[in-house]
């Protein structure tokens, strides 16, 4: 299950809102869809997951939507520390697939 | 808290082997099944395989199958990846990662900070 993540870049000012969105091409069953966000240097940190379900840890300020083959993060009020690279992942089944990823860039 | 510490990585030859190492703490291993997922140099993320939290299910990314084989001890709580026939293109961080539970379970909760492995001539 190939996912599209647009826009590839994101150039926002701190405060703002960014819209990520992930696209599948093919249905993601019970809407096993994560986002991890991935800042320099770092591992990837679990976000969300069940497409909208917050782990631990995560702010308020995040939130994910959607179903079917089209899902979208969201991120309000932006903080500094939120620019980074976000990947959506199906783990509906087996090959887990991630996107290409989205790079949140400070305007 | 969980760590997830990787080691083994560096550079090697192509066409050699070389096995990765993960130790697990600060969570029951045994319970959990584990996950290898790779990033090479400023590319994203890419899976490369599952082991189930009793090490008799596994699972393979395709384009890998054949010269991968993951396994794990829990009586030491560590997790290895062995890798074989080496390419240029296996370039890239490994990380070592937790699934959320212990069956077929695909979501990752935890990851460690990766080892850097460089295939080179």
């Known amino acids: 299950n190939v996912l599209t993540q647009s826009p590839g870049t994101l150039s926002l000012s701190p405060g703002g809102r960014a819209t990520l969105s992930c696209r599948a091409s093919h249905t993601v069953g019970r809407s096993l869809l994560a986002w991890y966000q991935q800042r320099p240097g770092q591992a990837p940190r679990l976000l969300i997951y069940d497409a909208s379900k917050r782990a631990t840890g995560t702010p308020d300020r995040f939130s994910g939507s959607g179903s079917g083959t089209d899902f979208t993060l969201t991120v309000s009020r932006l903080e500094p520390e939120d620019f980074a690279v976000y990947y959506c992942q199906q783990y509906a089944s087996s090959p887990i697939t991630f996107g290409q990823g989205t790079r949140l860039d400070i305007k | ?121």
């Not at chain 2, 599952?50 to 829990?74: E, F």
């Not at chain 2, 560590?78 to 979501?107: H, I, K, W």
């Open chain 2, 1 to 121: 808290q969980v760590q997830l510490v990787e080691s083994g990585g560096g550079v090697v030859q192509p066409g050699r082997s070389l096995r990765l190492s993960c130790a697990a703490s600060g969570f029951i291993f045994s319970n959990y099944a584990m996950h290898w997922v790779r990033q090479a140099p400023g590319k994203g993320l890419e899976w490369v395989g599952l082991i189930s939290y009793d090490g008799t299910t596994k699972y393979y990314t395709d384009s890998l199958k054949g010269r991968i084989s993951i396994s794990r001890d829990n009586s030491k709580n560590t997790l290895d990846l062995q890798m074989n026939s080496l390419r240029p293109e296996d370039t890239a961080v490994y990380y070592c990662a937790r699934a959320e539970c212990g069956g077929e379970c695909f979501l990752i909760d935890s990851w460690g900070q990766g080892t850097l492995l460089t295939v080179s001539s």
